[in-house]
């Protein structure tokens, strides 16, 4: 796979919850815990399952940081 986004980290799912359309998907970058909120039919078409290895791609056009 080649890709020009610059973050592309290798991970393990964690979790897959599937709603009406979209899945919830946890994925384990190095002991961080990243969810990514894809369409079902991704899920399946990546035949996505919990323990299986994939690459997370982060890719944002805004960082947030907040103080209380």
Do not use: P, Q, W, Y
Request: hydrophobic share 45%; no cysteine; charged share 25%.
């Amino acid at each position: 796979m080649k890709i020009s986004a610059r973050n592309v980290f290798d991970a393990t799912v964690t979790e897959i919850k599937e709603g009406a359309t979209t899945a919830r998907v946890v994925i384990d970058v190095k002991g961080l815990r990243v969810t990514a909120s894809i369409t079902n039919e991704s899920v399946e078409d990546l035949h996505l399952h919990v323990g299986g290895k994939v690459k997370v791609v982060i890719k944002s056009t805004d960082v947030m940081v907040a103080l209380d």
